[in-house]
């Protein structure tokens, strides 16, 4: 099994990939070089990551972990690709895109393998506006802190992805897609011997949107953000979008233990709300889940009033917030033709709509209505918000807070993990062992100073 998966890697120095070498390999010299010289425009790759992501902070190396520096990707419509954040548990992977293929197999599919071209030439293109989440985003704010990757506030994107709706590959290969049955869908990034980023998701929703994207804002995808495809789950958090696809396989049920050996580590063991001592228990079917299948926030809720006895997976993304305008310790001075400054942000809910955002200039102690404006992305997609704010000078911390369609609004603060919640309750987000999916609107504020308006 998974033979060929790393067939199209070609090995940093070889001649197909001194285009990308990112290794620092010396560039070929004399006559050969102008043979070797790739044909397609050059974009960069061998320039050191900062100077390929000058919007990102790199909050760790080897793999590069970061996030967006600049509260200003959030006062934006679409993250350019350069701002987007990078979420890599191993080292990004060298792939010659014309070498690279897909294994397809499982319930009711000969095995076949599917090349970049066929992907590109031979189904229906999409394009999904997707507001893509890291489901670490804010565990820096968790206390006492937290293993994993330190991310605050800019571990989240929103991408127009384009690539092939996976409904149409399963159905030209005869893919049994039956209720119940999933997608295991794998990554080609692992080294040799270590488990396999591998994620199951309900055939439900990989018919209903999921995508293999193979551009991101109609450039070709970066090598880290998964060049030359990935999987696009649109709504969901970011570790379900698996990156650098090798492996589809049609299931009757999850991936699971020792059946699956190292498939199953980053399903059934990373990305579980696990509460303090709680094991990560595989289960294998959406009838397991509780409440309306595979919904996040109703398997918290599910688990908290004992209708399930298992911690949550990570799937769809509970709502939330970011104020992108102003900045973090901004001097400001109000409009001159209205005495007033906009307060500027974006807000989603994952597969659910933003019903409404409010924001708060005291640091949520009192709230005000704020507005919708600019394109709408949903259903994935995150609504840009702004508040016109009559501003006196002085000192504030300004929050926004989004409440989704179902009525469920950010909670205030995260609990500490003696208080044992399982789910939102009381204004509160449940601690969780690895910090997954806080979406608690405190510390997210950002504090200003109003000055007084100079005289004209
Ligand atoms: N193969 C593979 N896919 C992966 C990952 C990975 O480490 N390997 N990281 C996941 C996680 S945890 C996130 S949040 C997103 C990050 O995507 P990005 O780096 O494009 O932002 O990719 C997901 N897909
Ligand atoms: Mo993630």
Not at 3 to 12: H, I, K, S, V
Not at 94 to 99: G, L, R, S, V
Not at 216 to 239: C, F, I, Q, T
Not at 254 to 282: F, I, K, P, T
Request: glycine fraction near 10%; charged fraction near 30%.
């Amino acid at each position: 099994m998974a033979a060929g998966t790393l067939a199209g890697t070609t090995l940093a120095g070889s001649a197909a990939s001194r285009a990308k070498d990112r290794t620092g390999a010396e560039p070929p010299v004399g006559d050969d070089a102008a043979a070797s010289e790739p044909i397609v425009e050059d974009d960069g790759e061998d320039e050191p990551f900062e100077e390929r992501f000058p919007g990102l902070r790199v909050l760790e190396r080897d793999p590069e972990n970061a996030e967006a520096a600049d509260r200003a990707t959030y006062a934006k419509s679409i993250t350019p690709r350069s701002e987007h954040y990078v979420r890599n548990h191993y080292p990004t992977p060298e792939i010659d895109a014309d070498e690279w293929t897909i294994d397809l197999r499982g319930l009711g599919v000969d095995p076949v393998e599917l090349s970049m071209d066929e992907l590109r030439a031979e189904f229906e293109t999409e394009s999904v506006a997707h507001t893509m989440q890291c489901s670490g985003n804010g565990r820096a704010f968790l206390e006492p802190e937290i293993d994993g990757v330190s991310w605050t506030i800019g571990a989240v994107g929103t991408t127009v992805w384009t690539g092939t709706p996976l409904s149409a590959i399963l159905e030209r290969y005869g893919a049994e897609t039956g209720d119940g049955t999933w997608l295991m869908v794998a990554g080609g990034d692992h080294p040799e011997g270590e488990d396999i980023f591998a994620r199951s998701i309900p055939m439900a929703k990989v018919l209903e949107d999921c995508v293999l994207a193979y551009e991101m804002n109609g450039e070709p995808l970066s090598p880290e953000h998964g060049y030359p495809v990935r999987l696009v789950v649109p709504g969901w958090y970011g570790n379900n979008c698996v990156k650098w696809v090798a492996e589809l396989e049609v299931l009757e049920k999850m991936h699971v233990g020792d059946e699956w050996d190292r498939y199953a580590e980053w399903q059934h063991e990373s990305y579980r709300l696990l509460a303090d001592g709680q094991e990560a228990e595989e289960r294998e079917r959406i009838a397991d889940f509780g409440g309306d299948a595979y919904d996040t926030r109703e398997q918290m809720d599910a688990e908290a009033a004992g209708e399930i006895d298992h911690a949550p997976y990570v799937y769809d993304q509970l709502v939330q917030s970011l104020i992108g305008y102003p900045g973090e310790d901004a001097a400001l001075c109000v409009r001159p033709q209205d005495g007033r400054i906009e307060v500027v942000g974006v807000a989603w809910a994952g597969d659910d709509a933003v019903e409404r955002v409010d924001v708060s200039i005291d640091g949520g102690d009192t709230w005000n209505d704020a507005e919708f404006f600019g394109s709408n992305l949903e259903p994935y997609g995150w609504r840009q918000f702004r508040y016109l704010w009559d501003a006196d000078p002085g000192e504030y911390t300004l929050v926004s807070r989004a409440t989704d369609e179902h009525g469920r609004t950010q909670p205030r603060e995260v609990a500490r993990a003696d208080e044992g919640l399982l789910t939102i309750e009381n204004d509160r987000f449940p601690w969780n062992r690895d910090g997954y999916c806080n979406n608690a609107y405190l510390p997210r504020g950002v504090d200003v100073t109003v000055e007084e308006r100079s005289a004209e």
